[in-house]
């Protein structure tokens, strides 16, 4: 079964606009969920973590994600999009009891910055 | 400090071939992790190997494996390459198994043909 859910593959903003990257959850316990960037030809970035402390969460960039239960959503926002964000971003919840547990990403959303 | 380091870069093989994949860990880090990123299907995770133990696998077959040495490097194994395991792999390490955080690698692309 999917844990994570990134509505929409493909994102275009225009520079200077809000930046909203959507990703649903599922999950029975309290999940620990994260944002990573990935920029061309490199690996992934940690953007932010949400390690079940504040719900609101304030990453590196700019960027912040809020964690809302009762919506099972963890979207990640920037104010104002800038060229340099243009990139790949994931969504991941870790899984699994300690010792054991695992990573599952969401299939990512390209986001473009129009000039 | 030095990050993650994978080799090689690139690679193509052959259908039926098999392929090592290299990951060394940030000094510290004792948790590996493999990923395999194909187009359109984000990361699938493949394998965490934490101080020298295989802890979790994700669900791909028997063909590929892999190991972490007393270094903490790792090694990804895969057999009996077919056309599909053309991807981007990625190793990620991280501190002992309480840590949350990821720190991932450039990625090995490896091309079957």
């Known amino acids: 079964a999917q844990s994570v859910t990134q509505l929409g593959s493909h994102v275009s903003v225009s520079e200077g606009a809000l930046v909203l990257l959507r990703c649903n959850y599922s999950s029975s316990v309290p999940p620990y969920l994260f944002w990573y960037v990935q920029y061309p030809n490199q690996g992934l970035q940690l953007l932010l973590k949400?390690?079940?402390?504040?719900?609101l969460v304030k990453g590196i960039n700019g960027f912040e994600a809020e964690f809302k239960k009762s919506e099972t959503s963890f979207h990640l926002t920037k104010p104002s999009a800038h060229m340099s964000d243009a990139a790949e971003y994931f969504c991941a919840v870790r899984k699994g009891a300690s010792g054991t547990y695992k990573y599952i990403f969401g299939t990512g959303t390209r986001l473009k910055v129009l000039a | 400090e030095a990050g993650v380091t994978q080799s090689p870069t690139h690679l193509i093989k052959t259908r039926g071939q098999q392929v090592t994949l290299r990951c060394s860990p940030i000094s510290g880090h004792t948790s590996v992790y493999w990923y395999q990123q194909a187009l359109g299907l984000g990361l699938q995770f493949l394998l965490w190997y934490d101080e020298g133990e295989e802890r979790n696998r994700g669900n791909f077959p028997p063909r590929f494996s892999g190991r972490q040495f007393p270094n903490y490097s790792s090694e990804l194994n895969v057999n009996a390459l077919e056309l599909e395991d053309s991807a981007l792999y990625l190793c990620?390490?991280?501190?002992?198994?309480?840590?949350?955080?990821?720190?991932f690698g450039p990625g090995t692309r490896l091309t079957v043909t």
């Open positions: 949400y390690t079940s402390a504040a719900t």
């Open positions: 990620a390490s991280s501190l002992p198994r309480s840590s949350y955080e990821q720190y």
